[in-house]
């Protein structure tokens, strides 16, 4: 995924299991050369409904995520 504004790209997967209903996201590359947007430095990270009425939220505006 590009980073609207800069150069670089975020690399990541999201695998979802039905039976579980457990979710992964797995990142290959969240480093963007630019530290105010490396490792989720300004992303949010989460997931919500089909409504967006309901969510969860993991990262919001912090260097959380990890390679």
């Known amino acids: 995924m590009p980073r ?3 150069s670089g790209t975020a690399t990541f ?3 979802l299991f039905e039976d579980e209903h457990d979710i992964i996201v797995q ?3 969240v480093d963007f050369d630019y530290p105010s947007y490396d490792f ?3 992303a949010s ?3 919500e ?4 009425a309901e969510g969860l939220q993991i ?4 260097p ?3 390679n």
């Open 4 to 6: 609207i504004g800069i």
């Open 59 to 62: 990262v919001y505006k912090s």
């Open 64 to 66: 959380d995520l990890s």
């Open 27 to 29: 990142y290959q590359d």
């Open 13 to 15: 997967q999201v695998i």
């Open 49 to 52: 409904d089909e409504l967006g």
């Open 45 to 47: 990270v989460g997931i």
């Open 40 to 42: 989720g430095q300004d």
